[in-house]
């Protein structure tokens, strides 16, 4: 069975220190992969999709970047963190075929202070 | 513009039915996901419709008609554990998935 890991679950950073959250999937070979950012009470704003190692997509210009080393990592990062960053952080991943259903890590909790 | 809109909140019984509505307007339209989320937790996913119709597991169900651009979550014999967030998402026309905003269901012995 597939199983996706995100670490870690909680962070509390300073304003203007680096970021790098880390997801992994297990159990499936070329996820389409996710990271997504809630809101404390809103809705899921999707950041960053790759199909693929190296291809990554954009959906949300701000100061965070993402990357696809492996096919079956994905990494968030910033270099400098802003307080509007607070967030609950989703990794997701789903089969290339469909219906294309969306599967959750537990999710990151990231305080800037 | 996309858009999918639900009741940011409602309020039921242990026991009792209540539905949860969903109105999408999308650039396309490829199918449509029921999520559940409780309070500091991921989304779990719940069911897809992609054709008009009622889609039926277990205490739940879920009912799509694609021409009123409309579905529904049905929860029956609601429990306090049904307490959370539920999150409806559209696959458009270029696969992309548009989420609302969610639905913060109470649950009141």
Redesign the interface.
Known sequence: SQTIHQWPATLVQPVGSPLSLECTVEGTSNPNLYWYRQAAGRGLQLLFYSVGIGQISSEVPQNLSASRPQDRQFILSSKKLLLSDSGFYLCAWSGDREPYEQYFGPGTRLTVT | GQNIDQPTEMTATEGAIVQINCTYQTSGF??L?WYQQHA??????LS?N?LDGLEEKGRFSSFLSRSKGYSYLLLKELQMKDSASY?CAV?NSN?Q?I????TKLIIKP
Do not use: H, K, Q, R
């Open positions: 490829n199918g996901f500091g937790e991921a989304p779990t996913f897809y992609v999150l696959i696969y998935l989420w609302g905003a969610g």
